[in-house]
Nanobody
Framework: QVQLVESGGGLVQAGGSLRLSCAAS????????MGWFRQVPGKEREFVSA????????YYLDSVKGRFTISRDNAKNTVYLQMNSLKPEDTAVYYC?????????????????WGQGTQVTVSS
């Protein structure tokens, strides 16, 4: 497991942008699959995006394609989620996740490390 610390959440108007950051501990960060999930109270956690360590392949929830961009800086052990054209339905707690073993990137069970979450609120 690794320690994950998110930052960058907040309140923004619809159409605005936010960038989430997630700093990870560990010397093998570059090999991890990193990702983001989100959760609204009363609902299950939802996959948002992921990026593989070795190939750099990226994956997105359909509803965020074209608006969100995931990236990573292996020298800084950090993964980012740039969120543009935000909508009220993007409001949720966003969790950074890490997997040392790989697997299906859109499954919560793939990830063995979770951050504490950061609140994103989009007002209409």
């Amino acid at each position: 497991q690794v320690q994950l610390v998110e930052s960058g959440g907040g309140l923004v108007q619809a159409g605005g942008s936010l960038r989430l950051s997630c700093a990870a501990s560990g010397r093998t960060f570059s090999t991890f699959v990193m990702g983001w999930f989100r959760q609204v109270p009363g609902k299950e956690r939802e996959f948002v995006s992921a990026i593989r360590g070795r190939s750099g392949s990226v994956y997105y929830l359909d509803s965020v394609k074209g608006r969100f961009t995931i990236s990573r800086d292996n020298a800084k052990n950090t993964v980012y989620l740039q969120m543009n054209s935000l909508k009220p339905e993007d409001t949720a707690v966003y969790y950074c996740v890490a997997s040392s073993s790989g697997g299906l990137v859109d499954r919560a069970s793939t990830y063995d490390s979770w951050g504490q979450g950061t609140q994103v609120t989009v007002s209409s």
